[in-house]
């Protein structure tokens, strides 16, 4: 499927604003941090380098909506990376507390896909990546480490805090706190979501995931 027609844009749109209402508030979370201003420009699409970017990528009404297939090529011809419909938040931080917020949609089918990065790290490329596999949230491919059940087919908001100094990610679904995990040392990070093909566990054919309200937030 290519690009949304006008009609599926404006169903979207009627499924996001429903959801808004039952989504609960992360005020808390946020309390204590400042918004980093974004414009268009910080968030750097990645996609097949073969293909247009309307066969991948949708933003229709404040939702983005990316999709991959598993017999997709990378985002260049030299890129050693695998499949990916991606957006990278380009906000580079080395030190300081921050955090990371999205309402995220996943539809029901999608697995084996990384869905969200805090990328950077010491000895490997990331810090934390969430993965989707059968409808479950999870900690990289570790089918033990649940980070949260039924993500399909229904807005989940995610909250990601990166404490540098501390050395430690916190995961929080719905404001509730989902996941502790270390961090992996790096001087240079940043965030990313859509969907990354992962090798594990039998990725789908087709992976997608919808975005809308993403927000970074930081403090000293």
């Not at 949230?137 to 404490?163: C, P």
């Not at 679904?173 to 995990?181: F, K, M, T």
């Not at 594990?200 to 403090?219: F, L």
Request: proline letters at 5%; aromatic letters at 10%.
């Amino acid at each position: 499927m290519a690009g949304s027609s006008s009609g599926s844009c404006s169903l979207l749109l009627l499924v996001a604003a429903a959801a808004v209402l039952s989504l609960p508030s992360s005020c808390q979370l946020t309390a204590g941090f400042r918004r980093v201003m974004l414009n268009e420009s910080h968030f750097v699409l990645q996609k097949p380098y073969d293909v247009p970017v309307n066969e991948r990528y949708d933003p229709c009404g404040g939702v983005r909506r990316m999709w991959v297939f598993d017999t997709d090529k990378p985002i260049s011809s030299t890129h050693p990376g695998g499949a990916r419909t991606e957006i990278k938040v380009d906000n580079i931080y080395s030190s300081g507390v921050w955090q990371f917020e999205g309402d995220m949609y996943v539809p029901s089918g999608t697995s084996g896909a990384s869905v969200m990065q805090v990328f950077g790290a010491a000895t490997h490329a990331t810090t934390l990546m969430l993965h989707v596999y059968d409808g479950q949230l999870t900690y990289y491919h570790e089918l033990t480490k649940v980070v949260v059940d039924r993500v399909y087919d229904r807005w989940i908001r995610l909250n990601v805090i990166h404490d540098v100094a501390v050395g430690n990610v916190t995961v929080f679904v719905d404001g509730e706190r989902r996941l502790g995990a270390p961090g992996q040392g790096g001087k240079e990070h940043y965030f990313k979501f859509g969907v990354y093909k992962q090798s594990h566990h039998n990725p789908s054919h087709r992976m997608e995931s919808h975005w809308r309200n993403v927000a970074i937030y930081t403090k000293p």
